[in-house]
């Protein structure tokens, strides 16, 4: 979705900007970024476990009212908290513990 976004295929309304947690923010960058949910617990280096990376996105899609992964990034951007110029910094929840 982010690709999609970034390449104007796909149009953004802006909307609502919901004020997440660190975790979430990263989590929802990481998805942007293609990264899936294994793969983001796998990278954090015990910082989150894969369940919760899984509870992470029930309560990221809860915040962005999104049915799933995908439209979260959607609802991200709609949000304003992702843009298609800027890199994605990814912390891997390392970030939300210091």
Do not use: W
Request: overall charge negative; hydrophobic content about 50%; aromatic content about 4%.
């Amino acid at each position: 979705m982010h690709l999609a976004v970034s390449l104007r295929v796909v149009p953004v309304r802006q909307s609502m900007t919901p004020i997440l947690p660190v975790f979430q923010l990263d989590l929802l960058r990481a998805l942007a970024a293609g990264l899936g949910l294994v793969e983001y617990a796998d990278k954090s280096c015990g910082a989150v476990t894969r369940t919760e990376v899984r509870e992470l996105l029930m309560l990221l899609c809860a915040s962005l009212d999104a049915g799933n992964a995908e439209h979260a990034v959607l609802r991200g951007h709609q949000a304003g908290m992702l843009s298609s110029e800027d890199p994605l910094p990814v912390t891997f929840g390392k970030a939300a513990l210091s």
